[in-house]
């Protein structure tokens, strides 16, 4: 990568960061364009050069932020596993870990993050690394092979945001730690129901 592309790099990261920051702290609302590029250092043209509006920057953040964890989850676990299911397992509760540590990020995400986004991280997401290389090398290595994977996994992805939102944020109706057992063994189901044996 040139010093050209290293610099555009580098300029997109600091919106991506700083608009986490501002949409954090003040909300997408009340956050305008300026602010975020203020925070991040740039001039109001840079910002778009990389994205439409506030509104594709949130939606592409997302996405950024999504696969960070997902990438995170993979490097950390995968030595970990030998099969897919166990490998799921492992990256499940390691996002769940990293959400427990990060709940201004669980907040962000569980907040914003719709199917038609996730769709788009796994379907065409152009970041360096994205999830959909992740999710599509996983089930393409896989010797086990599922039923309509993307279906299985929005099952699973769906069941998993909707539990844990509550569970970390506010111990309700358990904490996450009571709650994470019965969560992956019904994962371990809902992967075992859609094997093509």
């Given at each position: 990568?040139?010093?050209?592309?290293?610099?555009?790099?580098?300029?997109?990261?600091?919106?991506?960061?700083?608009?986490?920051?501002?949409?954090?702290?003040?909300?997408?609302?009340?956050?305008?364009?300026?602010?975020?590029?203020?925070?991040?250092?740039?001039?109001?043209?840079?910002?778009?050069?990389?994205?439409?509006?506030?509104?594709?920057?949130?939606?592409?953040?997302?996405?950024?932020?999504?696969?960070?964890?997902?990438?995170?989850?993979?490097?950390?676990?995968?030595?970990?596993?030998?099969?897919?299911?166990?490998?799921?397992?492992?990256?499940?509760?390691?996002?769940?870990?990293?959400?427990?540590?990060?709940?201004?990020?669980?907040?962000?995400?569980?907040?914003?993050?719709?199917?038609?986004?996730?769709?788009?991280?796994?379907?065409?997401?152009?970041?360096?690394?994205s999830f959909y290389e992740l999710y599509h090398a996983m089930f393409e290595n896989s010797p086990v092979?599922?039923?309509?994977?993307?279906?299985?996994?929005?099952?699973?992805?769906?069941?998993?945001?909707?539990?844990?939102?509550?569970?970390?944020?506010?111990?309700?109706?358990?904490?996450?730690?009571?709650?994470?057992?019965?969560?992956?063994?019904?994962?371990?189901?809902?992967?075992?129901?859609?094997?093509?044996?």
């Open positions: 990568m040139g010093k050209l592309e290293d610099n555009k790099k580098i300029k997109r990261e600091a919106i991506l960061d700083a608009a986490f920051l501002m949409f954090t702290t003040k909300g997408l609302t009340k956050t305008s364009v300026a602010d975020i590029t203020a925070a991040a250092g740039v001039a109001k043209g840079t910002f778009y050069l990389y994205f439409k509006d506030k509104y594709d920057l949130r939606d592409k953040l997302i996405v950024h932020k999504s696969n960070e964890i997902f990438q995170r989850a993979e490097e950390e676990t995968k030595s970990q596993e030998s099969n897919l299911e166990e490998h799921i397992i492992a990256m499940i509760d390691n996002i769940l870990n990293q959400f427990v540590e990060d709940t201004t990020l669980l907040n962000f995400i569980a907040k914003n993050l719709s199917w038609g986004i996730f769709t788009n991280a796994v379907t065409g997401a152009t970041e360096e690394n092979k599922y039923e309509k994977p993307e279906i299985m996994m929005y099952i699973i992805i769906e069941m998993i945001s909707s539990s844990c939102y509550s569970s970390i944020l506010n111990g309700e109706p358990v904490s996450i730690q009571e709650l994470k057992p019965y969560l992956l063994r019904t994962v371990r189901q809902i992967m075992r129901s859609h094997r093509l044996d």
